[in-house]
């Protein structure tokens, strides 16, 4: 099994870019019931038009058993945030939405309690079982004045 990492790297200010890598990890036991991982991450640059004011990323981790995150069975996910300059900020929100649920689209949230601090934390889900297709991530950064957004979406 591999380990996908993704990475959105957005520049804010007078121009906008988005930058999208999947780069397979080290590989992990091919054990079926052995507890694997896969990485989502977005990374925000921030500037305020002349000044760099930050690092903002997050990171969504969902482990899975089976051969593959493809047609595994989901059994959690967890989450983690980098407030860049201000790590004290507790009210960032992350989005899931997978799109490869079997019978269905499932969506999971925090609920606006993110902490900003790099500590993993987790998101309430019930094991589930994927057949393959997208999942999207989505962190708003708790920021002082309005909060930034990162997304991305992976064909897992």
């Not at 499932?106 to 934390?121: C, E, H, I, Y």
Request: net charge positive.
């Amino acid at each position: 099994m591999r380990s996908r990492h993704l990475t959105a790297a957005l520049s804010l200010g007078l121009a906008v870019s988005m930058l999208g890598t999947a780069q397979p990890a080290a590989a992990a036991s091919s054990s079926s019931s052995k507890e694997s991982s896969a990485d989502l991450e977005c990374y925000l640059q921030m500037w305020d038009g002349r000044i760099y004011a930050g690092s903002l990323s997050g990171i969504v981790r969902i482990y899975y058993t089976g051969r593959s995150l493809r047609s595994g069975l989901v059994t959690r996910i967890r989450y983690s945030v980098w407030n860049g300059k201000w790590p004290q900020r507790s009210k960032n929100n992350v989005k899931v939405e997978d799109h490869g649920a079997k019978g269905g689209k499932k969506t999971f949230k925090n609920a606006d309690n993110g902490r900003g601090n790099d500590k993993w934390q987790n998101l309430t889900i019930s094991d589930y079982r994927r057949t393959g297709g997208k999942v999207k991530i989505q962190f708003d950064f708790d920021f002082p004045g309005s909060d930034p957004r990162c997304s991305k979406t992976c064909n897992l």
